[in-house]
């Protein structure tokens, strides 16, 4: 069995809780080449350059080692979103879609969904009315924003239980674990998956057509100008995107915050006190617990970084949460400093490819921290660490148990 | 050398600052000064009434009536507690007393002494013409207003001289409003004095795409009023004679520098002459330790472009020049650092967002790296001797980082990134810029003033080099 790289070590379920000290081992070579051929990136400024770099390839297919949903012999190769394609298709696609999710053309689709988030807190926090126990991930921060993106985007909320598995098994392939990629069995579940997901949404954006409603799905499937340009297969995979996307991350957002707030019990008696800290306490958070802990990259062409060339054809991985704490960038970057100014974290990345969902994450993000931080009197964390979710690259605890003396209104 | 600067410790933090020139690099300048560490007194001189505002949006956001001129001032970084005289313009210099004479007759004194007196809009050539009702520019607040009252009460038909970056912004702004109008430029292309005529003929299609009245190798012969001294008509060189009743005058800046005259600094219409520190030098090519240059009028070598004095009309560097400017000024020679800013600038046209890093003016190849020129979304990489020394992007402005990295790596041409959206010809082409360049960015002339000489000579150079590595080094 080959040796493990110090990132694949950083990756492990055991250091899962804190990968953190790894992190500045990693970072000590900016640019580091794995015994398995693959470029780490940990550094500030090296990351975000890369980020932006033409030469750096977002699309598995120019890829030696695509993710596996590619590798299935079985089928043909799914159509990529546009979190998987290059320019000019990739700036096309997305442009269609943003259409009817953000500014200019939908102003308010975001900023209308503040008061619905507001209700939805609120109910799921007043279920807990005379207990002194929740599980944040369970009760709050895991089907949060499942219902906000179902209600947004016009995916049934009672089909969660279906594909909360396909969600999990399919994010499950940004694992890099060798053990996992080359397990038969793994592929085969993520084969599965991908297929039983794509009949799933086929039939969703179907019914989208025969009757809209004014959720973005409907909007979007029957926009013409994508009619005439977005095939069925990137509707559906534009479409799974927005869903999986959509909630797989925001747990961790909410989650990482809770847990952090506990772990320094003066910043959240004074976020109780100054409410109006909780927008740039949320961008802290994201620095130093990113809920995207790394991206994958191939570059297209010979690209020299740090005194390293990478060469082309590379696999690459940029280390975003090992950026975010470069001192180099931020002083004091292993202190949580909920007030921190110059926060220009790299945690919804960075270029072309900036998060698409970064307005609603951070929206459900400072609703849900704002009050869960007002009602719960007397928080404790029950254990600390937490037990944490499987995956490396979406890094958050999978439970988060909370005492607390009273819920307040 | 002052009694303030006798040692490798000893910081300038007493004593008196005048910065001369009240807009962003004099604020700018006077708020580092106070981040750097210095309380004595700071005075700044401005010619307009009003307190520091911004430009940029004169042109385009106040133009177009979205934006209230006086919503424009400048915000304040740093609380300044300074003198201000802003109406009373700087006629006269004495470094000899050191001191700054005022129209209004006073004597200003200065310990230190900071030029940023910038530039202001080219008149027209005939005083009797350009004195018509009517005939416009476009610098100050006030011209902005002037010109917006015009655009605002409807006009048949707007002309404006020159198809620079100002000309190009007013042009779509009128469009915008639905006003037609005439572009003359006397060049082959709009814009092509700073990106060159290749990128300058898409700028063409694009005005034109947009309903311009785009005239290139034309100009105008005769502005010509009525009995009331009101604006009637142009005649062109091309033989068309226009009824028009406003005529922006757009033909470029020229540097606010007659108040030196006689002073002994090397300044001229290009600019004050100043060494990688911002030191100005005067006209026997002595460096004057006690005054320092920032902003648009400055003339300042720097590293990439060896040979040259810049000279550059951009909001980035007065802001990032000012930072030097106060660095150097209050920690003295120790910890000079020198002024290695790449020229950077934006413009928004034609619903485009055009960007630029590095000098294109001074390139002799471009190519198109990046995107597609037909839709309007590419990058234009720029190349002198075989090395990247510039880039432009319309609607790319995200790929503008790893271009200015290049830039400053002096990376060889033509790059080949195997970008996914290159297109399919990649080729160089002749830049395409005038045999003799535009006042701005300005070319030394091939026979050297004493001060432009020591501006840019190797020793300053590898003087700034070596203290540049050293700062960095210690930073």
Known sequence: MPQETLFQESARVSNRANPYPLYAELRRTPVSRESDGTYVVSTYREVSSLLYDPRISADPRNSADPPPMYKNPNAPPPEPSFIQLDEPRHEHMRRLTMKHFGPPRSPGRISGMAARIGQLVDKLLGAHQGRQEIDIVQDLSYPLPVMVICDLLGVPLEDEPRFRDWSDILTSGLDPDPSLQNDPAFLQRIFKASAEIRVYMAELLKAHRRTPNDSMLSAFVNDPEARAQVTDGEFMSIAILLLIAGHETTVNLISNGVLTLLRHPDLLARLRREPELVPAAIEEVLRYEPPVQFRNRTTLADVSVAG??????????????AANRDPLRFPDADRFIPDRTDNQHLSFGSGVHYCFGAPLARVEAQIALREIIRRLDGPVLAVDPPPYRFNPALRGPSHLVVNFERLTD | MTEHLDSRTDRFTRGRVVIVGASLAGLRTAEALRQEGFTGALTLIGDEPHLPYDRPPLSK??????????????????DLEASWRCGVPAVGLSLADGHVLLADGQHVPFDRLIIATGARARPWLHPAEAALDGVLLLRTRDDASRLRARLAAGSPRVLIIGGGFIGAEVASVCRALDLRVTVVERGPAPLAGALGTVVGSIAAAVQRDHGVDLRCDTTVTTLEGDADGRLRRVH??????????VALVAIGPLRNTEWLAGSGLAADPRGVVCDAFCRAIDERGEIQERVFVAGDVARWPHPLYPDELLSVEHWSNAVAQART?????VHGPAAYRAHTHLPSFWSH??????????????ADQVLITQGSVDDRRFVAAYGLGGRLIAAVTFNQARMLPVYQALIEASAPLPIDFKASDRPSDTRPLPAGFPAAPQPSPTMAAPTRSRAEHAATSAMAMEHAASRTSLTSDAG
């Open chain 2, 325 to 329: 400017v106060a660095q150097n000024l």
């Open chain 2, 61 to 78: 956001q106040v133009l177009a009536g979205r934006l209230p001129v006086e919503h424009t001032p400048l915000a304040r970084l740093h």
């Open chain 2, 236 to 245: 062109l060189s091309d033989g068309d004679t226009l009824d028009v009743d």
């Open chain 1, 308 to 321: 390293v060339t990478i060469p082309k054809g590379a696999e690459i991985i940029l280390l975003i949460a």
């Open chain 2, 349 to 362: 046209q034609f619903g485009i967002n055009i960007k630029s890093a590095g000098v294109p003016a001074l």
